[in-house]
């Protein structure tokens, strides 16, 4: 991996190093951005997508934290209101419940109730979804987290989109909570050679078809791109789109792709109930008629450890090319 | 600052509240009547670029801090004159132009933040540090602990400033917490701790002095306790719970009598000078009652401005 | 207010009072039932709801909190795990925030995980919604409890509701969200003398109508009703449906409405997007076709205490009646 | 509890994970080894009727509580034939109806749910206590101060054990830590705290049958750390952050071989008794894998039973 190599148009690296590449670059850029978390110093984070920030900016900068969510946003935040700009890392997004107060309790509503005196330019960089880990270190709560008014979210599938929208989050005048899959650390995908920021509310069409639409995001849209495959092998073309960011939520590029195939299939890992899915389907259907729609979602169970439990639980590519056969053939939606 | 100056900053808040309660349009506020030493001792010290943030219980931490009682009083009233323009009000004023990072209502939910606003200070290398007014009942909170830790790790220029005012709204604090005395709570953290008389505003400004320098010269945080009295219910909307008794007996523990009966003991202040300072204070209160009542309420059209 | 005269069918009571009614008996019929929260011993709670309880039952079954809301309900959820009954009370909804691990990460799981092992038959009973307090204190979350495998939620708007779902609530097997509002505290309404609990999961039909469907919910049942009087003097007749009960959701009488009337409209005071309003418009998608549909809730903003940006925030009945003529005037949802 | 039977059970639980490392079918596990004789002394004085809960690094802690080997390492496995059917695993492993309470893989979130247990203990006027073990990173969380303040006001029939292994992950305890001993943040509380040597099982065990005198004595909760070492990495997923030089010099520390040198220069055990206990232990470990290896996976159907 070479990130100095001007001339090639892209470089594959791990999803992880994209992270590390774009903190690198924001932390160069702006000597007052210090992050915070637990073992994301000489350690490294727990997934290693704090790898050398450590040596390079010093324990000033990299801030190795206790195990005090609460306090570890609401440091994050008011220091950021106070003129610095922070990363917070939280290893997983089930703890972000222990530090909702400070976020949107506090940062969330930060320019509103001081009518733009002060604005908490803080990213909560966290972790979603399972891999083994069980009932507590598996969740996704985006949906949460996009009824908030005065946050911004966004969720990236690949390590171009984890690049390119981190460093734009860590040019937000406000609070934004970038959300990682545990399952994509270890993925690999071009990266530009070029510094660039990806704006937020701009999902990327990831795939042409004509008969259904696929909406995703994070790693289900691997099983989302796997399912589109084997549906295009029984002649159900798929179009795909990865949201990328959840708030804001970029519609058009939803609608335009229904218009075309008059069929929404969303695919996402967190509880369907009041989810991303369903905001989608109302919101599109504000636009458009006569759409037929599926939501696929975990099931309304917690997620086990236990592999079977964990795989029944989930959706997966199965399930989803199912759903669409379902949706397609039945009268729906 | 002066003996007169402390003296006058008390009579503001009070004065300020006692126009307050007697109006039909202010909801409802939590008054610092009775704590006024508190908020004023502390800010009698602070710096121009220091920062104060305090709890829900506002008015005395904003104009101590030296906020325009007009300024204050628009925001409380819900008035686009307000430094939030109306839409704070107590729970959530702020003016951090004029170092007041601002109150927060949640109780215990600005100890974190005003340890980021210390972080920020420290990264910037000057002396100027940031106190966070908080009451007794924010030190049942877990945020307390977490801050008190971290704070004292990374020597953060922090004041921690418990407003032992002995009530969470009707629970007595020996009901709500098992320290002997809640300075007691830093001991560990290894930081300076202080229990000190809230109702003596000298006590409570040559404590703060003390407690400044260490901060100021990046020794780290430190931890004050102040033991105050409320002279009215917890907010004015509000059943008082505690015995008359009680309330009778507090009464004659007031900060401002104690300041200036003992000004005028000691011969300094005369009693033409003390009636001059009420009236002047007074026509202060009137005047931002004026200003405030002149001042307009936001167009509807402004909830959907700056939210992100 | 007599409520031992058993020979009248019904006695109007405050809301507070159906709550302390409900108390006292459960706690007369259950020893082990314990409340603990803020100032709800002596003082008697914020909105008098617990008034008397603590003299009738005296301080270890009344029990007196310090501000500790994680451990308030740590507490309500440990102790009723291991054999005991608890309501733990969280004055403001918002304030659940500090409270969401041991909620969501530890009781709404602990059925689950143990294998039936252990439950937790603990109400944590709150107060949502807007009345002059402020960004951090208005704030109406529920449909993030909703969306948690494991919590039942319910949310009364009359006091023969509160009544009755409370002691629902404090016999359950599981954790329950009971969701009070400020603003119902102080209305009235006729309760049964008779002691009953209302089942969860039934929402009620309070008027009927035959032009349009309004779904709503604890204190926005007040502007639903007072629209469909205002429509209904317009010539649009309104069935209105108060949900009651989020978690289980009765869609089988909104549907039965809706089959009737072709138009739903639901009514919240909580935000939109992944709301209440866009997860009941998924499922009756999937019930019903052909059906127009609009949802009604806070605009994205916070709420302020200021009562002009308070009042320019929320629903109302003029709101709900513009919203339900355009609809219906409208090609529409 | 003999010698005999400490040394025993300490050797079971290197023992299990000796064997669990070995294999490929674990997902990854927390190990207690290294720290085995903090959960050995600690449930040596706990009785039947009392609780215990502990964090995610729950092997030690299930074993010494005596669960069967073979029902732990189903559940690790995620076998139908463990306590909770396979679907807890490692961060939530619980048999209540013997006493282990349960595992909770949230770092300081069993410390609220401890003192809940406590309170319903206390509300049957039995003399059983709840013990909680948590490590040093568990105390930066501000779960702790809560629980300590409410546990000291309600005198709390509950035992919070610090297991304090030095790190969290790979902070370093003093990295995240203030305060000088982590028993120290119990004293503003009034409560009985000690920091004792967690590789000496003996002392462990007497210092929690003095606190459990204490607290069946009727009079509040107590404060236990333990000073102990993890032998391997955080889990066995994670890498290895400690200097060679220092894990090397742990070794010598081991509780094991600690206890048994001591007993056979005692002459409390012969070098025979102790092959054999080893021996034993072997064959139960043993015994465990055949158990737990002839068990089910859980039916995919399973993961909708026991929600609402
Ligand atoms: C987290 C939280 N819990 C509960 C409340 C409700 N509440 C508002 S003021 C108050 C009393 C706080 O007491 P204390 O901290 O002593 O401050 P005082 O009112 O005495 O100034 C409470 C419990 C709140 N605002 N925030
Ligand atoms: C609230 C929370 N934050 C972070 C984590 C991730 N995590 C898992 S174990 C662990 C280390 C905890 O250290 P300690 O309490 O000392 O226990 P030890 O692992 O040393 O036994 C961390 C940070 C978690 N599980 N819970
Ligand atoms: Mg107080
Ligand atoms: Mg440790």
Redesign the interface.
Known sequence: MTLSDETAAATKIFFREAIIRALQEEMQADP?L?LLGQDIGAFGGSYREFDGLFDAFGA?RVRD??V?E??M????????????R?LVSITYMDFLMLAL??LV??AAKL????????RAPVVVKTTAGAKGQGVAHSQCIEAWLMAV????VVAPSTPADAYGLLKTALREE?PVVYIDHKRLFPTAGHVPVKAACIPFGQALHVRSGSDVTLVSFSYMMTPTLQAAERLNAQGVSCDVIDLRSLAPLDMATICTSVKKTGVMVTVEEGQLTCGVGSEISFRLREMLDGVKIARIGAVAAPVSSNRVLEAASLPDADKIVTCVLTLLNGKGG | MSAHELLHDMLLIRTFEQHLIKRRDH??QLFSSGEEAVSVGLCSVLNRDD?LLCSGRAIGPALARGLEPGLVLAELL?KVAG??????????M????QGF??A??????N???????????Q??GNQNLVACMFGD??????????????A??WHLPLLLVCNNNQY????PRA??????KLS??A????MPALTVDGMDVTAVRDATREFSDHIRAGKGPAFLECISYRFTPHSTSA?E?RPTAEIEAIQALCPIVRLSSQMLMDGEISQADLDQMKKDVNAAVQAASVFAEAAA????????????
Chains 1, 3 share one sequence.
């Open positions: 007052k210090t000033e934290m206790p005090a609460a306090a946003v609401g440091i994050g935040v008011g220091a950021a209101a106070a003129g610095m922070t107060d400070p309790n506090y320019r509103f109730k001081t009518a733009g005196q002060l008014p005065g946050l911004k406000g | 909801g409802f920062q819900g430094p939030c323009r109306g839409r704070a009000g107590r729970g959530h702020a003016l951090p132009a990072f601002g927060h209502a949640v109780v215990g939910g100890l974190t933040i005003a340890a980021g606003v210390a972080l920020a200070m990264s910037e009942g924010a030190c049942g909170a877990g945020a307390l602990h977490e801050t008190l830790n971290i004292a790790l969470s709204v009707s629970t009901a709500a917490l098992a320290p002997q007691d709570l001991v560990p953290f290894g059943r719970s309420f936001p167009d509807p059209a402004e909830v959907l401005h700056d939210i992100v």
